[in-house]
């Protein structure tokens, strides 16, 4: 057997557990492992200009694709500028392999200046974290790395390597490690459940996660059919497919009282993939819980569990395999005229979004109410954040566009989200990818100057209304779109929106809209 | 007593701590703090657009002022986008208080989107972590934060603020925590490296942190010059004073031969607020340690000792406190004339840096032959990144230029590097800072291409070359500029360089020049 160094066996591992793409921003210590990414082929590399895009992309891809994808970091700094979007990421499930060069284990001790605690950092946002110091135990901790991100519906594993494991000399290549299987639910529990649906009215599914997807939620829907209970989702998911065709979902209102009062009837609430309603942040005379206080709660089905088939269980145990969905069908409506405002861009949106959309939504503020009319519109899949870290959008519609390189790709993002990582409109441009960018421009964290108020500052000075204001100056976003790479365009009036909009999505390519708010 | 809430009562404990600044980005968990910033006046609010500009900016502040600043971050991921520069702050020993807001005590236990382990994203940066539960504490909490940002020469103290006890109410403001007194030398240590100052040739004292500064580098220099040992300084420096007036101070070499070259005949090695010299990076056949085998090695001074106390003592024990240090005289040579390159560059900045200026590098490759030609520019400060994570200079260039708004800040980065933390264009624009940013976009990681070879890989393919390429797209730096509100200008040859650099220079607020390599 050839001889390899450790970055090649590890290539090697990485390419028997089918991994075959790496987002990346290297450094020094990374070099022997983008040397063998040169020298054995078969895993696509792309740049990102910030690590939270590299991240926030593998976030996307995973969410498209249900494959990990690697991420090549640069130490413990380069690792902690991917952490945000790796919370993300932990948060909607999504599995991803982070690999980050360390100093060679001899050097470690002068405590040179890139130096860092790099477990230390992976851990919050990581399940399964390793340094491999063994250059013939190399392959295979990263092939045991792969199949941790591919456990469980998605996890976080991070394989930290320092270059003189990188560069020393091994014969050892291991093969692909098989990851544990996803849990089937107990036929107990069907059944148990399926009673109580069968026996109460007010029962609701609350569907997080692959719950919101193919057969998944089709049997979901030949469930409520028939049983008459209501189908919900999680305010926020990962991915849900909706639009003509698909069953349409309620999702949880984000704000207390919406929910409080989207829940006040329930008697009996069925968790699919899905979590406990919980108010997103506390506030001092409101509840954390949001559900009515004699609700009584079931778990069907958790993330470790094979969710469609715990679905296809539930729906044969209450006879309804042979039940018809109901599906939403697109229908055009009128278009909207005059301003641009929450209304019309929802309107906009159910209207204008091509068929097979991937809609990545960070629209704060302005985006709250864009569900509803978009449910007839053609079919589409809607991700959101899962951790609600700003930045999220950019870098996961790149992710999207990789994994599906044929679809549209929709971003919905606030101007104050898409700052945090702005970057990501090179990496866009570079790799000439399907995505049209829509920026609402508000120019606030307005989400942020309603919470002002709610903490009981009624009439805020300059002071506090300066650290949630983005006018003074006034981004540009036309001009950042050309500083990247991209082609910009800024609209005021929805007819403009409208015409733009289609236009650039039938072009290839990454454009970017400026929403005037 | 008047009854505040506990985010109030922190606020007082802050000012009496006499902190007056607060870089932030701050979310809902924050509102409550932010609320009090504008109640409670006296702490000026800065707002950056991702938590890298804040701490960065928190770093730079540090480093002109000496006085720590507050940082308002937002949850783990919001100080996990802040951590690279945290730990660049850090290394450079630089004193910052991070105020990390929480979800309320009794909610965590949800798992909200936004939840994480805080403490344990804070520990890897940090000097001092502690969650503040209780609301009679949060002000004592809040001034011993204060008190250990400012020991040894400063630390990172990261203050964890949960929702609730920031809205509870309270009667308790902790009066400001006195920090440990730095340690003075003992005069045994001072005798004997006095003593082998005296006895031996080949003396190195090699100087960093505030040895490099006022009267501790002026005591350097007169007892070099008394007693014909070296001085050198560090690779990189968190801040050194140089120029016109100033003790010239020779800077080790980047890489491992020239600092090889550099200490070959030294056999006495004395540290003066400096770490034993040792390779960036190792690799396979070069040392991690710099120095002589036969090498003697003594510390004078760490970064907890009275840094000045002990090179005046040591001065004393030399007898050299009436010698006149040699110091560097402006010497303005003719200007360069045709092509930017490293040299014409050097001598640009040797003949062109404005009186009193204050320079942040971070031009990774093109900057390192700057130093030689402005040893006898117009006084100036010169700071290097010392932690090395990219995206230091514009945030550290924000925190200088508003610790001194009178002097002019020169920021050198690369146009790789100035992508880490792009936006902080828009608060310089904000903040109207005296800032001339120039970037040097040569269009790749220049610096790791080198690398690339240097672990065996002599003739990379597009796999390796594009992950280090910033080309295609080209970044459009004046549309960058634009985009944040700053102006803007591109020059390829050095005499258009020098007329635009005079203009930028002689107006206030912040200019961008592109330098096109």
Redesign the interface.
């Known amino acids: 057997m050839a001889t390899l160094n450790g970055s090649q066996s590890t290539i090697k591992a990485l390419l028997a557990s089918d991994i075959s793409i790496c987002f ?1 921003n ?4 990374e ?2 492992f ?2 063998a ?3 054995i ?1 078969g895993i696509r ?1 792309v ?1 990102g ?2 690590e ?1 895009i590299v991240t926030g992309a593998a976030d996307g891809y995973y969410r498209l694709s249900g494959k990990p994808a690697v991420t090549l970091l640069h130490l ?3 690792l ?2 991917g ?2 979007n790796l ?2 990421a932990k ?1 909607a499930n999504s599995g991803i392999l982070n690999i980050v060069g360390e ?2 284990t ?2 470690l001790k ?5 130096s ?2 790099i477990e ?2 992976a ?3 990581s399940h399964w974290v390793k340094t491999s110091t063994d250059v013939d135990r190399v392959s295979h901790d990263a092939a045991l790395a792969a199949s941790i991100a591919k456990e469980k519906s998605g996890q976080i594993a991070t394989l930290i390597l320092p ?2 494991v990188s ?1 020393l000399s091994t014969e050892v290549i291991s093969p692909a490690v098989d990851p544990m299987p996803l849990k089937r639910v107990e036929a107990s529990v069907i059944q148990s459940i399926a009673k109580t649906i069968h026996q109460y009215k007010n029962v609701v599914l609350l569907l997080g996660g692959v719950a919101l997807r193919g057969k998944a939620l089709a049997y979901a829907g030949k469930i409520a059919e028939k049983t008459g209970c209501r189908i919900l989702s999680e305010g ?1 998911n990962a991915r849900i497919e909706r639009g003509h065709g698909r069953v349409a979902v309620q999702r949880l209102p984000f704000d207390v009282k919406g929910a409080q009062e989207t829940l006040k009837d329930t008697q009996h609430l069925i968790l699919i993939g899905a ?2 309603p ?5 506030y ?1 005379n409101l509840p ?2 949001l559900i009515p206080q004699n609700c009584e709660v079931f778990t069907l089905a958790t993330h470790e569990n094979f969710v469609e088939l715990a679905l296809e269980d539930l729906m044969v145990e209450l006879g309804a395999q042979n039940i018809v969905e109901k599906t939403s069908v697109f229908t055009l409506n009128s278009m909207p005229t005059g301003d641009v405002n929450t209304d019309s861009l929802g309107q906009f949106l159910g209207a204008c979004l091509p068929d097979n959309a991937i809609v990545v939504d960070e629209a704060v503020s302005t985006g709250r109410g864009f569900f509803k009319p978009t449910e007839q519109a053609r079919q589409h899949d809607w991700l959101n ?5 700003l ?1 999220y959008a950019l870098p996961v519609a790149i992710g999207c566009a990789i994994a599906q390189p044929d679809r549209p790709v929709v971003a919905l993002v606030g101007d ?1 989200s898409a ?2 990582s ?2 990501s409109l ?1 990496t866009m ?2 790799e000439n990818l399907n995505v049209t960018v829509l920026i609402f421009a508000n120019k606030a ?1 307005k ?2 100057k309603n ?2 108020v ?4 009624t009439s ?2 300059q ?2 209304l ?5 006018s ?6 036309v ?2 779109a ?4 991209v082609e910009g365009f800024r609209v005021g009036k929805i007819e403009a929106l409208v015409k733009i909009f289609n236009h650039c999505i039938n072009q290839r390519g990454t454009q970017l809209i400026e929403v005037d708010l």
């Open positions: 990346g290297p450094g020094t210590s070099m022997h983008l040397a990414l040169d020298q082929k590399c740049l200009l910030h939270s413990a700094p380069g902690a500028n952490l945000s919370h993300n948060k100093h060679a001899y050097h002068y405590d040179a200046p890139l860092g605690d230390g950092v851990r919050p946002m270059a003189d560069w926020q979590k406990l919980i108010a997103f942040f506390a001092p954390s819980l954040s899962m951790g609600s870290s930045g104050g700052m945090f702005v970057q090179w441009a570079r964290y989400i942020l919470e002002l709610s903490v009981g500052l805020p000075t002071t506090a300066n650290m949630l204001s983005l003074s100056p006034t981004l540009d976003w001009s950042m050309k500083a990247h790479g």
